[in-house]
């Protein structure tokens, strides 16, 4: 058995004559990877003089140094802890290494080591005017996108948090003290402080600034510009809007912390599933981060597609998605006419014929690209020009063929014309993805 710790002084709060039972330990790595090992193991504590939390065997996870973030205490037999100790720095628990597949108490060296690591690729600004504060951090608690893992982009961390029916930004703050380990900031306020959400089901998440290095008095402003950059990669890799719910942002000096809170508060159409094979690649993600850090034009871009996935009105969605197209025809071959636009979408998808993915069928109707482009822009210059293509009904212009014979098709089958429910819709999102995944990427040739 391996002794995680040992905890003196808990009689006054110690269930009485609770000599055993189960402990949950959070281990988490220190480490700059973007891959975050954030993980939850279970063990016992026996109870005496002294609580000795223990654990037959220590968690599989990859080689590092290892810090205890978290301790959940339960009595036999039942679900709910009794307890818990979260960020317990002040119980000095060793932190420990795992090498060849061996673990050991790490050293000071070693720890050092690793948390300088971290903090050379999560810190922000210079730390010129920071005064008497040690550092500043602030967590974002953010909706409608599912994250699987936590990950680091950049200098930001994503933790998921619960996907709850009824979710407000306070609870939420709450349960990402789990993660952050946050402590010396009085929290009971919350629901007081921040405005109750709706009910809603959406994927939550935290985003995390654990090293911020300067005193803004802007607060969280100064942040945005790096928040819209790891929204447009979620958007671009996950195919989901996110939004900011609430905040806080945290001035931490020795044994204290001034806490501000704010409330940020907008279905969840995005990725429903996780891991590499859905575009969940922290790896990729951090190239794609890299790839926009000197290129507003990119970034720009991107924050566009996230913009247009959120769009709820249908005409505009087509607008959006469109002057996406348009845009990065452009910025390529200088040019935003129909032949250019055509062949972007091509290099996009190359080395895969365009003709075979970029396809529609809705019962009989069978669209070929070619009949997409021009459904697609047809619909574009209806929303610019002429109100949206519902102007059909009114007489003031005349429809593209194909987007008619789309619509009555889509009738027949009792298929709402609203948005997220045009087929045509979905692959124009599919087909702006391509195309600004490969703008990043920097594959066209102009």
């Not at 002040?90 to 300088?116: G, M, P, Q, V, Y």
């Not at 195919?239 to 912390?257: M, Q």
């Not at 071959?333 to 529609?360: D, G």
Request: proline share 4%; aromatic share 12%; net charge neutral.
């Amino acid at each position: 058995m391996f002794e995680i710790v040992k905890i003196s002084g808990f009689q006054k709060d110690w269930p009485e004559s609770l000599a055993f039972g189960r402990c949950d330990i959070l281990f988490h790595r220190i480490s700059d990877a973007p891959e975050i090992i954030h993980i939850w193991t279970q063990g016992i504590f026996e109870a005496n003089s002294e609580v000795s939390v223990l654990l037959a065997d220590m968690p599989k996870v990859p080689n590092g140094v290892y810090r205890v973030r978290g301790l959940l205490f339960y009595r036999p037999d039942e679900a709910r802890f009794f307890k818990s100790i979260i960020n317990p720095y002040d119980l000095f628990i060793s932190d420990f290494i795992k090498r060849e597949d061996k673990w050991f108490i790490a050293s000071d060296a070693e720890t050092l080591h690793a948390t300088r690591s971290w903090e050379s690729v999560v810190s922000i600004g210079d730390g010129l005017n920071l005064g008497d504060i040690l550092h500043c951090e602030s967590h974002f608690i953010c909706s409608d996108c599912l994250i699987t893992t936590p990950v680091r982009i950049g200098p930001v961390e994503l933790y998921p948090l619960a996907h709850s029916g009824v979710v407000d930004v306070a609870s939420s703050l709450k349960e990402a003290l789990l993660f952050q380990g946050l402590r010396h900031v009085d929290f009971e306020d919350i629901a007081t402080s921040l405005m109750q959400q709706a009910d809603k089901r959406s994927p939550m998440f935290v985003m995390s600034f654990h090293r911020i290095l300067r005193n803004d008095s802007e607060v969280i402003l100064p942040l945005l510009p790096i928040i819209k950059r790891v929204f447009g990669i979620l958007c671009l890799n996950r195919g989901a809007y996110s939004k900011l719910l609430g905040c806080v942002y945290l001035k931490r000096r020795k044994g204290v912390a001034d806490a501000f809170y704010a409330n940020l508060n907008s279905y969840y159409r995005g990725n429903l599933t996780g891991g590499v094979i859905s575009r969940e690649i922290p790896k990729l993600w951090n190239k794609q981060y890299e790839q926009t850090a000197n290129d507003l034009f990119k970034t720009e871009v991107m924050s566009k597609l996230n913009s247009a996935y959120a769009e709820t009105d249908l005409d505009m969605a087509y607008f959006r998605l469109w002057s996406i197209l348009e845009s990065v025809s452009v910025a390529v071959f200088q040019n935003k006419k129909m032949p250019s636009i055509e062949r972007l979408c091509r290099q996009a998808y190359a080395p895969q014929e365009v003709e075979q993915v970029v396809t529609l069928s809705i019962g009989e109707c069978k669209f070929s690209f070619y009949d997409l482009l021009k459904m697609w822009i047809d619909w574009r210059d209806s929303t610019a020009h002429n109100g949206g293509i519902y102007a059909i009904h009114t007489g003031l212009r005349k429809a593209h063929p194909f987007n008619l014979k789309m619509l009555e098709e889509m009738r027949k089958r009792n298929m709402p014309i609203e948005f997220g429910e045009d087929r045509s819709l979905f692959i124009l999102k599919d087909v702006c993805t391509q195309v600004v995944s490969a703008f990043i990427d920097d594959k066209f040739t102009s």
